[in-house]
């Protein structure tokens, strides 16, 4: 299991990789990348080697002079992150995507969909509650309540308010999972890549779906002010062939499945949900 939530944790690394792989030098010669991926397995440490290697690996093909790229797992460090390295494209989760687009004026270029990221669809899963209902009232276990306003306007869409539970406010993915398994919490909130591990989970035969959300826009290739126009159009037209010929293998081996160009009309429906 170990070797699979590991994968799961480098894969938007090896996104960003790709991505830096399609790119040309900048004027200074310097492109910063920022890889926010909140509640992902695993800590930025196991990610950052993989970045760096690739990033090496792009600088030495394209001659760029310099080129950084940066995992981080908290909206804190990747705020601290942008102010200092003036970032022109990043690779966000839904969630901080939507905290973090209108203080720095992000503009969606593409979008990365992995079966190993998670974070497309929510599930309320219980061992003995046969419904939503039944876990009204109960505790309610997960690491995603830290987003209140995320979970309450674009998971639930108006289905449930957290203060509709007794709230475990866990930090390790898999943690909610164990917690239903020895009956401290009757249900839990997780995403999809939580939901896939499951039978991974000793004494989790029992678990089951009580509810779950509508399907949720995937992870976010977006610009940062700091991008030039013309760099940014050249960076956006190229996504689609990042998995293909020499990518292909690399992007099978973490569950990328969709690397593409895409605009904000694609994620008006959640922007709106999310509000101001």
């Known amino acids: 299991m170990y070797q699979r939530l590991r994968r799961t944790t480098v894969a938007a690394a090896i996104?960003?990789?790709?991505?830096l792989a399609t790119r040309g030098r900048t004027e200074t010669g310097d492109i910063a990348i920022l890889v926010l991926k909140e509640?992902?397995?695993?800590?930025?440490?196991?990610?950052?080697?993989?970045?760096?290697?690739?990033?090496?690996?792009a600088?030495?093909?394209?001659?760029?002079?310099?080129?950084?790229?940066?995992?981080?797992?908290?909206?804190?460090a990747a705020s601290s992150f942008i102010k200092t390295a003036g970032p022109h494209y990043g690779i966000l989760s839904l969630p901080a995507?939507?905290?973090?687009?209108?203080?720095?004026?992000?503009?969606?270029?593409?979008?990365?969909?992995?079966?190993?990221?998670?974070?497309?669809?929510?599930?309320?899963?219980?061992?003995?509650?046969t419904d939503l209902a039944g876990c009204t009232g109960q505790s309610l276990a997960s690491d995603h309540t830290?987003?209140?306003?995320?979970?309450?306007?674009?998971?639930?869409?108006g289905e449930f308010k957290l203060a509709n539970f007794k709230l475990i406010q866990n930090q390790r993915p898999l943690q909610s999972i164990k917690q239903i398994?020895?009956?401290e919490a009757t249900c839990a909130l997780i995403d999809d890549a939580q939901l896939s591990e499951l039978q991974r989970v000793p004494d989790a035969a029992d678990i089951h779906v009580v509810w779950r959300s509508k399907k949720l826009p995937p992870?976010?290739?977006?610009?940062f002010p700091s991008a030039p126009a013309a760099e940014r159009k050249s960076f956006q037209s190229k996504l689609r062939d990042v998995c293909d010929e020499d990518g292909r293998t690399a992007c099978a081996e973490v569950g990328i499945y969709a690397l593409e160009s895409?605009?904000?009309?694609?994620?008006?429906?959640?922007?709106?949900?999310?509000?101001?």
């Open 181 to 183: 398994v020895s009956g």
């Open 39 to 57: 509640h992902g397995v695993g800590s930025p440490s196991l990610a950052q080697p993989y970045v760096d290697r690739f990033v090496a690996l």
């Open 146 to 157: 830290d987003d209140p306003r995320f979970i309450e306007r674009v998971v639930a869409r």
């Open 262 to 276: 895409a605009n904000a009309s694609d994620y008006a429906e959640i922007v709106t949900a999310y509000g101001r």
């Open 97 to 129: 995507f939507l905290a973090l687009r209108e203080p720095h004026r992000l503009e969606v270029l593409g979008r990365v969909a992995s079966t190993l990221a998670g974070g497309e669809q929510y599930f309320i899963v219980s061992k003995t509650a």
């Open 219 to 223: 992870m976010t290739v977006v610009a």
């Open 59 to 76: 600088a030495k093909r394209n001659g760029w002079e310099a080129a950084k790229g940066q995992y981080l797992s908290s909206r804190s």
């Open 15 to 19: 996104a960003l990789s790709l991505l």
